[in-house]
């Protein structure tokens, strides 16, 4: 990187603008596990798109390559520079204005640099609900989440980041602006280029900002903890669910046994709500507009029905807020619960919600035959079809040791999600983790039209460059 | 185009696949209402995915320009070929298989010759919901619904058609096919590619399949007809409808005095239920899974207090589902009503929904100062922000002379919806008719980004030329 280049960003972004201290950086160069780190000759934090725009032109004038960083909490390394220390890391943190809500309108105007529960907030203020919400809510960035394409606990309801996208603002690769910012319902003009961006991990270009849709908030939220024989019994309640709710249910979590059990043993104040250990237990909220109970009985009637019939062992509506929060804390901590049991090898992958059952078994079929003592945990977004396939090491097993078979174990099990139409990564996104894996599993064709795609808005390869594709 | 080329595509398709006399293929040169006629060498009418790819594969290698058609619905001429006589039209009316249904997936995989009522019925017989309706739909196929990324009259609830595609598997400009036939809720695994094809009126590929999402079939579904002063009061209604249901709106559609009249004087068996003539109305839907009576209390309750506060002027609620058909036939006689008043200049136009009062106001303004005594008939889809802003010949004026002031009213409304951050076509898309439009009103840059994405994925511009871009 030349020493006018750095002269000219940091001319351009001011003394506010810019860190180039180690300590400093230090924490815009890995990610918190530690997981990857990388190194860089700069931190550019531009406080205006303007100056965003004018950083991205010298560097495009350079050749110079840029990793765009939101609150840094993806678990891929999308964020993360290499280790060469030629990238610059350009973080959104401060473009964080929320530009203007419009409640009729249903939207809210954001810049990329907004933390999540920031938005989620200034819709609530408003009588109104941004439905994304995911565990790094209180750090990640709407840039981030969009270019990551999110999920999270409510997609069943209210769809991926991709979905709440109205418009967007996005500096291009040469630093130009793309204004995209429309909050239109409908329109029918052309190519609907804002999607190139969604779930490009900053490839393409670097959106700046977007405008989002909002919903009513919801008036009653009941939450409901279902023991089922297993996975299969749980994806035709969830049937049930939708069917006899009138779509009100906002998230379907699976829970197995022993997910439960590792959070009742390192969770403080974690209970069981159920007297006898139940095998399976999906995690139900239903949200509804409408206060007067309705969707509290349609709830009850449901699972007394499934009860009846035998499709449900057990089950428990949460009576207060305060016994949902104690429900959804089985949830919430089982990834921390897992940490004290030693070593995890982690998939985020996806199966047509049919197939979860069949997926489940075959996957733990497959991982045991090659070693029977690993303990299997999966659980998570079944509603979508999304389950965190999540293995942890022998009891005793050296923790080193376990985790050295990272790659053999994801080989197995990602062979079993493609050969069902799965997706090797539901919600995460691919950055450096699982670029070899993308490029193993995906058609040569696919890769042909995503190579394409990246050439022509980005011909020089300064976006983001080693991520995804 | 060669004789070689003829034949060898004759020869893929065997003879029930191909048309070339006059007769036969004229319905296919046309749209219904002829305002947009083409010529053609020949009708190509593929039996399977293999056989549509090859004859892809042939043009491509000739550089013979393709027209793909669906059900030659389209209002934009999107779907029919130029006067040259120089292209090939290849309609997908005999990929129509329903190749699959998955109900515990809420997924649906169909080729792209399927009618979209065949759709909906398919779904409704797996007590499924495919909720894109429109007035074409024993008619259209859903290839073109994707094509063109139809909207329609629930679109408030449950999106437009790019919203209910999970898959698609597209022949590409040179023949291969993509199989991006996934039904996945989740799949954050490189770009969205089937975003591309959605909505690009062929210009960019042929869709031959697609998945798409299916929901519960509401159990109940109520009605009512509610009186407002003006548009303003319409959509300060439709936030409190959504707020005050659980977001069980989906429909919400503006009806103004003067359509009313229009399909009173022409539709036998129309009645206005209301005793006194009231300036606007807008049609409710609420639609819920739960048959309890819940739903019709809140639409009950909201339409109450409205009343009260002087929201609502007047308003009935459908006590039978007949009784919900007749205020229906109001909405959808509106078009054909006004077939009967002389000519119509039409505006398929969207501003964000706060604004659509604001826009009716400044458009009606702008084209009374032009011809006082043309008639405003504003209708359709507000709760999308979305208004058929079509404005009627004055009384016994002359049609063509009437008519021929097309150009210079779009341009007065199309003016004021983009000084709103609107669109020039909400629903109907570009095709030939607003191509000009598009170059005028959208930004250089997006322009050349869409010609950038074109030029990537079909570098020989055979695909429908002439089209959107």
Known sequence: MSDELVASIKATVGPKGWIADRSGM????????????????????????????????????????????????????????????????????????????????????????????AIQSAAEAADRLFPLSLAAEGSCQIGGNLSTNAGGIQVLRYGNARDLVLGLEVVLPDGRVWDGLRSLRKDNTGYDLKQLFVGAEGTLGIISAAVLKLFPRPRAVETALAAVRGPQAAIELLARCRAGSGDCVTAFELLPRIGIEFVLRHMPGSVDPFATPQPWQVLIDFSS??????????????LERALEEGLVLDAVVASSAQQA?????????????????????????????????????????????????????????????????????????????????WGKFNRIVHDIVVSMGGSISAEHGIGQLKRDELAHYKAPLELELMRKVKAALDPRGIMNPGKVI
Chains 1, 2 share one sequence.
């Open 289 to 302: 507009g409408e206060s007067g109970g309705a969707v509290r009985n349609a709830l009850e009637t449901i």
């Open 26 to 117: 230090a924490r815009f160069l890995q990610e918190e596990r530690g997981l990857f780190r990388g190194a860089a000759q700069l931190v550019v934090q531009p406080g205006t798109v303007g100056e965003l725009s004018e950083v991205v032109r010298l560097c495009h004038a350079a050749g110079q390559p840029i990793v765009p960083q939101g609150g840094n909490t993806g678990l891929c390394g999308g964020g993360v520079p290499n280790e060469t220390g030629r990238e610059i890391v350009v973080s959104l943190a401060r473009l964080n204005r929320v530009r203007g809500i419009d409640p009729l309108n249903y939207t809210i105007t954001v810049e990329a640099g907004c933390i999540l529960s």
């Open 325 to 405: 929060k104690q429900l959804w804390k089985l949830r919430e901590a089982m990834s921390e619960s897992q940490k004290h049991e030693g070593g995890s090898i982690k998939h985020d992958v996806s199966v047509p919600v049919s197939r979860v059952a069949e997926f489940i078994e075959a996957a733990s079929r497959a991982v045991h035959a090659e070693m029977p003592d690993l303990r299997i945990v999966a659980f998570g977004h079944v509603g979508d079809g999304n389950v965190h396939y999540n293995l942890s090491q022998p009891v005793g097993a050296d923790k080193a040791a376990f985790l050295s078979h």
